[in-house]
């Protein structure tokens, strides 16, 4: 996560929900797969936050899978 205090990591997709809650990031940098929650659902999380809006979840990975691709916008992402 980046945004003015610098940058933060989580180390599972719900930790990831927690911290951009408590710090609103500008921007998160999400995986899809991710223990516990994995990075869709963290991502549909956030951006179904009130207040965090305007957070940006670009989401990275190796996958080469439509359907992840349509899961991970679907839920708010967008894709690198």
């Known amino acids: ?5 610098g940058h933060r ?7 990831a929900v927690e911290r951009a809650r408590a710090t609103r990031p500008d921007v998160v940098l999400m995986d899809i797969r991710m ?3 994995d990075g ?15 957070v940006r979840v670009l989401i ?3 996958y080469d899978t ?3 691709v349509f899961e991970a ?8």
């Open 66 to 68: 439509e359907a992840y």
């Open 40 to 54: 869709i659902r963290a991502t549909s999380e956030i951006a179904g936050t009130r207040g965090l809006e305007q």
């Open 35 to 37: 223990p516990q929650s």
């Open 60 to 62: 990275l990975t190796t």
């Open 1 to 5: 996560m980046f945004g003015a205090g």
């Open 73 to 80: 916008l679907q839920a708010g992402g967008t894709l690198w």
């Open 9 to 15: 990591s989580a180390a599972n997709g719900a930790e």
